[in-house]
């Protein structure tokens, strides 16, 4: 067994020591291709356009508006005082109002209204171009809702009963006489012709025989 084994190991160490000639690399020859002469064209001569002058129009034959200019001027803020009262005990309607301003643009002024929840809503304000509106609102009294109730049920109107109308009655279509028309009566007509009437052969009906029906004699 061992011997086979380096008899093995011999052959491959052979084998593998052994060097085959190189083959040389195949050589192609280069194709050829046909050389095509370069095909001319004609040439043709640039084309030239015309040239317009430039149109001129004639100006306008009417004059330009002319708006009228006002001089910008800031009038200086007049003093006023005003004040006024509404008090209606029937539709329970209570304000007032009043407001004051100087020549500087400062307004002072206050309001109050009657709110319908029982309060009454008083509203002391100031105002000018540079602090703006700062108003300072106040409440007096307490805020009373009333328990709504529904109001009664009331049944509706009584309407009046209602009569169907009565509307006239016709004879039906079948009681009308039928109508009757004369029957027409055309006249013959007369034609003239050189060749008489035809005339048709009579033939009596044909007479067929009547044979007796036969059936098959079953065995």
């Known amino acids: 067994m061992k011997v086979f084994i380096c008899v093995?190991?011999?052959?491959?160490?052979?084998?593998?020591?052994?060097?085959?000639?190189?083959?040389?690399?195949?050589a192609y020859?280069?194709?050829?291709?046909?050389s095509y002469p370069k095909?001319?064209?004609?040439?043709?001569?640039?084309?030239?356009?015309?040239?317009?002058?430039?149109p001129s129009y004639p100006p306008a034959d009417y004059a330009k508006p002319a708006y009228?200019?006002?001089?910008?001027?800031?009038?200086?803020?007049?003093?006023?005082n005003f004040e006024w009262a509404v008090k209606d005990d029937y539709s329970n309607n209570n304000y007032n109002h009043q407001e004051t301003g100087d020549d500087k643009g400062y307004v002072t002024g206050s309001y109050?209204?009657?709110?319908p929840d029982g309060r009454k809503q008083t509203v002391e304000y100031k105002a000018d171009d540079y602090t703006?509106?700062?108003?300072?609102?106040?409440?007096?009294?307490?805020a009373q809702f009333s328990e709504s109730k529904p109001a009664p049920y009331k049944?509706?109107?009584?309407y009046p009963e209602y009569k169907?109308?009565?509307y006239p009655t016709y004879p039906a279509p079948s009681s009308y006489p039928k109508p009757t028309y004369p029957k027409p009566s055309y006249p013959k007509p007369a034609y003239k012709s050189e060749y008489p009437a035809p005339t048709y052969p009579s033939y009596p009906p044909p007479t067929y025989p009547s044979y007796p029906p036969r059936y098959p004699t079953r065995y």
């Open 8 to 26: 093995v190991l011999i052959a491959v160490v052979a084998v593998n020591g052994q060097s085959y000639p190189k083959k040389p690399a195949p």
């Open 112 to 115: 109050s209204v009657d709110l």
């Open 132 to 142: 703006g509106y700062v108003a300072d609102v106040k409440y007096e009294g307490e």
């Open 39 to 54: 095909p001319s064209y004609p040439s043709y001569p640039k084309p030239s356009y015309p040239s317009y002058p430039k």
């Open 155 to 158: 049944p509706a109107a009584a």
């Open 164 to 166: 169907q109308p009565a």
């Open 29 to 34: 020859p280069s194709p050829s291709y046909p």
């Open 68 to 80: 009228p200019t006002y001089p910008q001027t800031y009038d200086a803020p007049m003093p006023y």
